[in-house]
């Protein structure tokens, strides 16, 4: 089960990086926000799960952290696209990281007790490496407005204590 999650999560990773892999692809603006909330609802809809699932208290802080963070970053998005009369353009990437978590949702519903806690939590590690990778490379570089680029500057600082905070949990249930 561990390789398919493995799997699937690469595949995730490859349909990030696909639709936007050619320099003269890069995203709009608009494209950057609906990946980036994309993105954070996806994590949003994990944590959710995992809070109906989990009963180890490591997991569960993690996941309540997720969901308000998430929700808080979701948040100054759409007040700043708001801001700026910008409307978020759905793409080939949001849509193809949307079609992933759907299925790895499936996967993780389908487990209890420890598999589900070690899967989620690998899922998180790998998730957060997945959109750092994507912010530092993609998104921070081809953001023209400056507002826009500085919250996805502030999204990455909170995103990779994310990963440490997924990467220490991981290290608590082995």
Do not use: W
């Amino acid at each position: 089960m561990r390789s398919h999650l493995i799997a699937a999560l690469g595949a995730a990773c490859l349909l990030l990086a696909a639709p936007l892999a050619n320099a003269q692809d890069k995203p709009t603006d608009p494209q950057i926000a609906h990946i980036a909330y994309s993105a954070g609802l996806i994590d949003i809809e994990a944590a959710k799960l995992a809070l109906t699932k989990t009963e180890t208290k490591a997991v569960t802080e993690f996941a309540q952290s997720m969901q308000k963070d998430h929700e808080a970053v979701n948040e100054q998005a759409l007040a700043l696209v708001k801001k700026l009369n910008v409307t978020p353009e759905d793409n080939a990437t949001s849509q193809a990281l949307a079609k992933a978590a759907e299925e790895k949702r499936a996967e993780l519903a389908k487990l209890d007790g420890a598999a589900f806690d070690k899967a989620y939590i690998d899922n998180e590690v790998a998730y957060h490496k997945q959109v750092n990778a994507a912010l530092e490379t993609l998104l921070i570089p081809s953001a023209q407005n400056a507002e826009l680029k500085g919250l996805l500057e502030t999204g990455l600082k909170l995103f990779q204590g994310h990963q440490q905070h997924a990467e220490h949990v991981a290290a608590e249930l082995k």
